[in-house]
Structure formats: C-alpha cells, structure tokens
C-alpha cells in the first residue's frame, strides 16, 4: 500500500513505495528518496525576495522533512492545496536545511527571517530541464601561465566548443601527456583551447580572452578496480570540520552530482584534498572535501560525509609532489607554445 507522494529509488533500479509522507529516513547506499508530482502541467518557480518569509504561513509539518526546492515547489502546489494548507503561489524556503513552507493567502505581508527566501510558482512552458556541467569556471579573464595550447600541438582546431575544449583536455591530451589534472582553458572569441601542464595551474596570467576551467579526469584514472565510484556513509548530518568547499574554489558546479562530487575530491587529492573524504549537500548539490582524515566532525543538518573506497590515492599523492603519474607516458616537451 502506497501512501503519500515518495519513493524509495536504487541505484540498481529498485523501487519501493513510502507508506506514509517519509518523515523518517533511513540511510541507505542503494537507494534514494524521492517526490513524485501528479501535477498535469510542469511548475517553475522564481525568487520574489531574499531574507524573508511570508507572514501567514503554513509549515506544513507532517508532510515535508527535507529536500531540494522543486520538490517544495511540487508539494505546495499539490498536496498542499488540496489539504487547504496553502493558498496562492507562494512559498518559502531554506537551503540550509531544506526546509519548506507555504504561504495561506498571497504572501503580502512578509517578516524578515535569515536564511529563508519567498519563491512564487508559475507554470513553465515547458519542463524546465536541470543540466549540471562536467566543468566549472575557475577564473575569467586569465589563463594558466604553465600550458600547452592544444591548437598549436596539432589536437584542436580552431572554432571548437567549450564542451569539446574540456574533454579534450581531460581525456586524450590527458593520455598524451600534454595536460596535467583537470584545468584547461578555452578562449570563447575564436574557440581556442589549451590545458595546465602543472597540477594547480598556480601560476596565472591576465588575459581578458581567456577562462580558466576545472573538469575532474576521467574516472578510470582517478579510480581502482573499475570505473564506478565505490563509497560508504561515513557519518550522516554532519561535514568534515577541515575542508574545503570545491564550489568556492571553483572547481564544482553548484548543482552538480553526487558522483561527480566525489571523483573531484578525488582529482584534488594532494591539493584541496585528501581525496578519501567528501561531503555532498543533496538540497542543492553543492561539494566540499576533507583536507585531512576528518577525524574531526562538525553536526550539519544539510550535509552527509563519504569515503570513497577505490580511490587511486597512491597516484594522486604523487602527482601533487610533482610526478604526473596518471598511468599514461610522460612526454616532455621544449617547445615555447604561444597562446
């Protein structure tokens, strides 16, 4: 018998039913929870103001534990209504938490509250898709001084995309030796491409034609036995109390996955990171790692901590000393590459 709007769904391709609105959750490596919306059209929803909530509210406890905002959007616009709960197009919420609430008539008035923000549902014309790059923008503006343009080794040609700039960089010139971990950069007005020849790209250079990027490499470099990121719960509601946020960095992209997340702690191990621990926001898919063994823990309602299990560390470790050992050859180059 199923009840409520939630689904226990499997990494293998299970699925279970909850029988009653899923207040309590139970950790689970193989599956992951989530709102089924009967709504006939698809909903959007806009940010109408920050630091506030709408005065007359409803919290609507027993229905809603914690979640992203477009299952808060379903909810209120849903079950929320039905049950007489909420009214208008309102709604607040709180990505700290992931925390939901509706508004009981048109949100005119409205109380200041830190942390909360009032979004208004309206119908989208279509399904509003909700893509997550493999790269994220590291800086603008710049380029890595150590590099190799790609163009000029005879891998790109002129014109080519962002997307195709990015693979390139993190896959065969990866392969060849050319490119160093995961920046690259990519020149948007004439489509030129180029790579970091060191780990960090530390060194960097003013050029306002250039944007440095990060994408982590590809698994099989970054992982042993296979090229499925293997993890266990390392502790639930809480983050490692030395980290770094890979988002701030510029080295993940706000809304990326829980996969990705990991392989890029892992791509940092040696730098950021210590490439065993990593810790996820599922509210709103945002990436943090360890910086040491996280033997230190700080209780977070929005985060969960992870151990990677088959992680190529040995590499990493070497990497970061200056050995580019990323199981492909060397190739050193005496050329002076101009971008």
């Known amino acids: 018998h199923c009840a409520g709007d939630f689904i226990n769904y499997g990494v293998q391709g299970g699925c279970e039913c909850a029988n009653d609105n899923c207040l309590g959750r139970t950790a689970d490596l193989q599956f992951s929870v989530y709102f089924v919306s009967q709504m ?5 929803y806009s940010l109408v103001q920050d630091g506030q909530i709408c005065t007359n509210r409803d919290s609507l406890t027993g229905l809603w534990a914690r979640g992203s905002k477009q299952a808060c959007t379903l909810l209120v616009a849903g079950k929320g209504k039905d049950q007489g709960l909420c009214d208008g197009n309102h709604f607040y919420y709180r990505s700290a938490g992931g925390e939901c609430g509706c508004a009981t008539d048109h949100c005119a008035d409205r109380s200041p509250s830190g942390g909360w923000s009032i979004y208004e549902i309206g119908v989208a014309s279509q399904p509003t898709p909700s893509p997550t790059s493999d790269f994220s923008l590291v800086k603008d503006g710049e380029h890595c001084s150590v590099y190799n343009n790609l163009r000029v080794v005879g891998l790109w040609t002129m014109g080519g995309s962002l997307e195709s700039c990015g693979q390139l960089a993190t896959g065969p010139a990866l392969s060849q030796g050319l490119c160093s971990g995961g920046f690259f950069q990519y020149a948007a007005g004439n489509g030129d491409c180029g790579c970091a020849m060191d780990t960090s790209c530390n060194g960097r250079t003013v050029l306002s ?13 970054l992982l042993t036995g296979s090229s499925a990121l293997e993890y266990e719960l390392e502790s639930f509601k809480k983050h490692c109390s030395n980290y770094n946020n890979l988002r701030g960095l510029g080295l993940f992209p706000m809304g990326g996955t829980f996969e990705q997340c990991g392989l890029v ?4 191990a040696g730098n950021e990171c210590n490439g065993l621990f990593f810790q996820y926001r599922s509210s709103n898919g945002d990436c943090g790692c360890s910086t040491d063994g ?22 990493m470790g070497q990497q970061a000393s200056g050995q580019r050992d990323w199981r492909v050859p060397i190739v050193e180059f005496l050329l002076l590459l101009w971008l």
């Open 209 to 221: 034609n250039w944007a440095i990027y990060y994408q982590h490499p590809p698994a099989d470099y």
């Open 265 to 268: 702690a892992i791509s940092r």
């Open 294 to 315: 996280c033997e230190a823990k700080t209780n977070e309602e929005a985060w969960d901590i992870w151990k990677v299990k088959n992680a190529k560390i040995p590499a």
């Open 40 to 44: 006939q059209a698809p909903l959007a």
